[in-house]
């Protein structure tokens, strides 16, 4: 089954953008303005990104928030943006201020033990190696390998995280390149969520994401704001766009400074 390839007529968004004296422009980082890396500190942005959100984040009245599934404080490093933008991490259980303020959930004793117990188990079953601990979540990772060693992998993980999933109240949720247990409380929707508790009601907000796990961001925006699949590849989405990048992704990017008169 086929199914269409979302278009949407954006100029009436980017009308309400330059007649607007504040905007809310959300963008996840890995997969979306920088391609996925197996070395996920290797993770930069694609070419000529950094210089568009380094204008809109100085001069186009915009709150800029950067959000990534992983740790917060790895982002400014990659990112380069000076003054660095906001940065939501381990899907909003961080909170990294411009000023460098840090504000990180509080996590039940619970839940950290039945963490400890999975990334426990997964060293035990030899997948240490593939395995990022975050603030709220214990992830396995394969992107890189050959389809046999993911198959291995993946069936290993879920035959030892989703026992501690259900027995614990966690959540497990596949993303582009691996699999994570998770707090319940961290995910793309409730980050924004809470942002938009931050919003005027008639600020423009857009957001771009390119993974599974910002489909709940998608659907949270929803007659809310815009919201775009940045992929190479489409997929089925809750999107309203779809950008190809880099070359669509910049020209959005673009869309968005002349839009708001931040345009040189």
Same mark, same amino acid.
């Given at each position: 089954?086929?199914?269409?390839?979302?278009? *949407?007529?954006?100029?009436?968004?980017?009308?309400?953008?330059?007649?607007?004296?504040?905007?809310?422009?959300?963008?996840?980082y890995?997969?979306t303005?920088?391609?996925? #890396?197996?070395? *996920?500190?290797?993770?930069? +942005? &694609?070419?000529?990104?950094? +210089?568009?959100?380094?204008r809109?984040?100085? &001069?186009?009245?915009?709150?800029?928030?950067?959000?990534? $599934?992983?740790?917060?404080?790895?982002?400014?490093?990659? =990112?380069? =943006?000076?003054?660095?933008?906001?940065?939501?991490?381990?899907?909003?259980?961080?909170?990294?201020?411009?000023?460098?303020?840090y504000?990180?959930?509080?996590?039940t004793?619970?839940?950290?033990?039945?963490?400890?117990?999975?990334?426990?188990?997964?060293?035990?079953?030899?997948?240490?190696e &593939?395995?990022?601990?975050?603030?709220?979540?214990?992830?396995?990772?394969?992107r890189?390998?050959e +389809?046999?060693?993911? =198959?291995?992998? #993946?069936?290993?993980?879920?035959?030892?995280?989703?026992p501690l999933?259900? $027995?614990?109240?966690?959540?497990?949720?596949?993303?582009?390149?691996?699999?994570?247990?998770?707090?319940?409380?961290?995910?793309?929707g409730?980050?924004? *969520?809470?942002?938009?508790?931050?919003?005027?009601?008639?600020?423009?907000?857009?957001?771009?994401?390119?993974?599974?796990?910002?489909?709940?961001?998608?659907?949270?925006?929803?007659?809310?704001?815009?919201?775009?699949?940045?992929?190479?590849? &489409?997929?089925?989405?809750?999107?309203?766009?779809?950008?190809?990048?880099?070359?669509?992704?910049?020209?959005?990017?673009?869309?968005?400074?002349?839009?708001? $008169?931040?345009?040189?």
């Amino acid at each position: 089954m086929s199914h269409a390839v979302p278009e *949407r007529d954006t100029r009436p968004f980017f009308d309400l953008l330059s007649a607007a004296s504040t905007r809310v422009l959300l963008i996840d980082y890995d997969g979306t303005i920088a391609p996925f #890396r197996a070395d *996920r500190s290797r993770a930069i +942005p &694609y070419p000529g990104v950094p +210089p568009l959100l380094d204008r809109i984040n100085k &001069y186009c009245g915009t709150r800029l928030i950067v959000l990534t $599934g992983g740790s917060a404080v790895r982002i400014p490093s990659l =990112l380069g =943006l000076n003054p660095q933008p906001e940065i939501w991490g381990a899907c909003g259980l961080e909170r990294l201020y411009p000023n460098g303020r840090y504000e990180g959930a509080e996590i039940t004793d619970r839940d950290l033990d039945a963490l400890a117990r999975a990334e426990s188990s997964l060293n035990e079953e030899h997948l240490g190696e &593939y395995v990022e601990i975050g603030p709220g979540g214990v992830a396995v990772h394969w992107r890189g390998m050959e +389809p046999p060693e993911i =198959l291995e992998i #993946r069936t290993n993980a879920y035959r030892i995280l989703s026992p501690l999933a259900a $027995g614990n109240g966690l959540v497990i949720a596949d993303f582009d390149g691996g699999v994570e247990l998770r707090v319940p409380s961290a995910s793309a929707g409730d980050a924004i *969520r809470s942002i938009l508790l931050e919003t005027d009601a008639d600020t423009p907000v857009a957001y771009l994401g390119d993974d599974t796990p910002d489909e709940d961001a998608f659907r949270v925006l929803h007659n809310r704001g815009l919201t775009a699949l940045v992929r190479p590849k &489409y997929r089925f989405t809750a999107a309203e766009l779809w950008l190809r990048p880099p070359g669509e992704l910049v020209g959005f990017l673009k869309t968005w400074i002349y839009a708001c $008169g931040g345009a040189e």
